[in-house]
């Protein structure tokens, strides 16, 4: 459950409950209804042109820096961003806190993807004790949690699914690093929501799901299923949701070689000759960036949905910040 306070950070997948994520799909539709015209679209710029939001992206990305960057723009606000350390402070051996504390004193909200684990927390955490305390958004935080991702996944499957029941009583296979894949984490917690779901997680053993994320859907009491059979996983499933090796957290070995580099994912791949064996109804997903996990010929498949799903993301941000920054309320008003 999110519960505004002082300040509102996002920063797990754990905060959100189901009448939040029903209220920002709904948040999200009507804010892609108001772009359809120029009087909705000047409207949604008025929203927050007072205030500036700092991009501080110190881990590689293309899709969720411009994202949560035309997300900024499409509701007025100004944006500042540092994509490289070096450039900082931080160089000079400045702590990452001192330097993120420096800039909130610049900014009225900060959205954070960081390779080390837990940062966005600590960020979260030790602005709440200063003076002027920003929100924080996570939009990716090391191995383990991209909740920003989640929703906008939450939001494909659900615009997906509108005419077949909506995301209740689905099976839902994800494909790939499941250990180390935070998208994968922060969209099961969120599948938990949902009355019926079943998840399907498809991997070589060496990339099975954490103990910590097991723990968590056998509490929540969701039906799941842990397989290396891919072709009966994939065939069973309603939503497919491919994932690449998460191989920038490889551990190099004395030997010079690397974890991935040793795990034969090829069976784990999904190509154009699968896809007489998918529903009719499937949804294809991918968080992006691929490689030969997902074919491109299956790209203008119509159970494709991943271009869509990108797209989406934008959207959802958009949504998402007006909800931190308390305007989400005034998107309703005006009769356009």
């Known amino acids: 459950m999110v519960t505004p306070g002082k300040t509102l950070h996002i920063l797990s997948a754990d905060q959100f409950d189901r009448p939040f994520l029903d209220r920002i799909c709904d948040l999200t539709d009507t804010i892609r209804r108001y772009d359809k015209s120029k009087e909705g679209m000047v409207y949604l710029q008025s929203l927050l042109p007072h205030r500036q939001s700092m991009l501080y992206f110190t881990q590689p990305s293309t899709r969720t820096f411009l994202s949560f960057q035309s997300a900024c723009n499409i509701i007025g606000m100004k944006s500042s961003e540092i994509r490289d350390p070096s450039t900082s402070s931080e160089r000079k051996g400045e702590s990452i806190e001192d330097s993120l504390r420096t800039f909130s004193s610049y900014v009225d909200l900060i959205i954070m993807r960081s390779p080390v684990a ?26 383990d ?58 991997s070589p053993p ?11 859907l056998v509490k929540s009491k969701i039906s799941f299923e842990e397989t290396t059979d891919f072709q009966g996983a994939i065939a069973a499933a309603d939503a497919v949701y491919m994932t690449r090796i998460q191989d920038e957290y490889d551990v190099r070995r004395e030997d010079g070689t690397s974890e991935s580099r040793s795990v034969d994912i090829s069976r784990f791949c999904l ?9 009719s109804t499937c949804v294809i997903m991918h968080p992006l960036p691929r490689r030969d996990e997902l074919d491109p010929a299956i790209d203008k498949d119509p159970r494709a949905k991943y271009w869509r799903q990108e797209r989406n993301g934008m959207w959802t941000r958009v949504a998402l910040i007006t909800m931190v920054l308390g305007v989400d309320r005034n998107i309703l008003l ?3």
């Open 145 to 202: 949690e991209h909740p920003t991702q989640a929703l906008l996944d939450i939001y494909t499957l659900k615009r997906s699914f509108r005419k077949i029941g909506g995301i209740e009583n689905k099976s839902i296979c994800m494909v790939g690093d499941l250990r180390r894949g935070r998208t994968v984490r922060s969209l099961s917690k969120l599948l938990t929501k949902y009355d019926g779901t079943k998840l399907i997680f498809a």
């Open 334 to 336: 005006p009769e356009l």
């Open 118 to 143: 837990g940062l966005c927390n600590r960020i979260a955490s030790l602005l709440d004790e200063t003076p002027r305390p920003v929100p924080i958004i996570n939009a990716g935080s090391g191995p």
């Open 206 to 216: 060496e990339f099975k799901i954490g103990d910590d994320l097991r723990q968590t």
């Open 271 to 279: 190509k154009a000759s699968h896809l007489p064996s998918l529903k």
